[in-house]
């Protein structure tokens, strides 16, 4: 029998830390009930997520990467050996620092070195871990990375109409949403009139074997190829008058330039993505750092939609099989009534992924802004150092609410949260009899430099 898989993640201790902390493994299968990290700057949130993925990765399972911040990238950082060569062109002098470059790679390199090995990571394991995983960064609207086609699922179909009608048909709802939602338009799948007049005249030229491209759908706008819509006829569904000024919103959406970048690149198809290459487990990142917030939102929204009917199409499983990692999941999974295009979908997943053997992480610096009943599903807690009486009572109430016999009481818990140093977490497993725990993650094998511009994710692909 195989055994499962875990990931070591560090050294961990009990609550009042009487004990020396000692090696601390999650089995890998608990991240299957999802997993939150809460940690205000300099917490160490970042590090811990990225020790995450790198184990996660070492033990076969593909990782998709959620990137708002520009920090995930660091993961193409994870250097094959200690030479400082291979640190020099990463390091950058502090402003009160006089040392040259090489003198600064030099340092970095034996710091990175020994803070390794005082983990057991040696240049063996390095080797092992840049030979095994396929990083891939995807950037919507950018050539930082891959560019990314977000209409495929209308303009590249991959999907098959006979052997999954349902997924394929929410895929196109999803690409239809995000065409309504770039117009300013209604993009409710069960209530827009446009949102169905679209995905009717999309799915029958998807069924034929063609492509519902939005010039395609235009034409359609103009003359319609069907006389009815359920039991009316078209123009009494939605009037020639709406058609042309819904036909007048969609050519100049066409017509725009910047538009034209959306409509490049990789297709959306998460099942290609996170299949092994040369048996090199994918480690997708899908960076939207560079994009505004309502771009964000809207190219995150569609992304998430796809995933969820990724998810629906696989057999069950209680084995990890995939992991989702959010970083910075602040404003996308808020609380009621606010509802963002990416809201509907990572709800879905908290509640659903788990039966399909896909775990969720989600990390945010920003704890008072997050949907606590959706977390609620996570069985899983990293709680970091919390500044503000409001962010630690909220963060206890959601830990509360998914956990029983934490060991210690909310007040306790409150506390313990205020007071804790960097790199160090409150840890809860509901998985675990112990109860809740201290855990200070090892040392991330990729270096952490911090957010990285379109340049340097270039400048690290190539250097892979």
Known sequence: ???????????????????????????????????????????????????????????????????????????????????????????????????????????????????????????????????????????????????LHVLSMLERPTRSWDSDPSAARASLSAGISLVLRLLGRDADPARSREHVLLSVFAEARVKAGGSAALEALLEDLAAPPIERIGALPVDKFLSKRDRNELAAALNALLASPSFGAWREGVALDVGEWLTPISDKTPAVIVSVAHLDDDERSLVLGVLLEEILTWVRGLSGSKRLRTLLVFDEVYGFLPPHPANPPTKRPLVALMKQARAFGVGVVVATQNPMDLDYRALSNAGLWWVGRLQTDGDRARVIEGLASSTAGAGASASELAELTKSLSPRWFLMRDVHAERGAQLLQPRWAMSLLRGPMTGSEIRKAREAW
Not at 4 to 32: F, K, M, N, T
Not at 50 to 77: A, F, H, Q, S, Y
Not at 79 to 93: G, I, K, Y
Request: hydrophobic content about 40%.
């Open 1 to 147: 029998m195989t055994r499962p898989a875990a990931l070591y993640l560090g050294a961990g201790c009990a609550l009042d830390a009487q004990s020396p902390p000692s090696p601390y493994s999650l089995p890998a299968h608990h991240l299957v009930t999802h997993g939150v990290i809460v940690g205000m700057t300099g917490s160490g949130k970042t590090g811990l997520l990225t020790v995450l993925v790198e184990e996660t990765l070492k033990n076969r399972v593909p990782v998709l990467m959620i990137d708002v911040k520009g920090d995930l990238p660091n993961l193409l950082l994870a250097l094959q050996d200690f030479r400082p060569e291979r640190v020099e062109p990463w390091v950058e002098p502090s402003p009160d620092d006089e040392r040259l470059i090489p003198e600064l790679a030099s340092a970095a390199a034996t710091e990175r070195q020994q803070a390794l090995g005082a983990w057991g990571i040696d240049e063996k394991t390095l080797h092992e871990f840049h030979a095994q995983v396929a990083p891939r960064v995807i950037t919507p609207g950018s050539t930082a990375g891959e560019p």
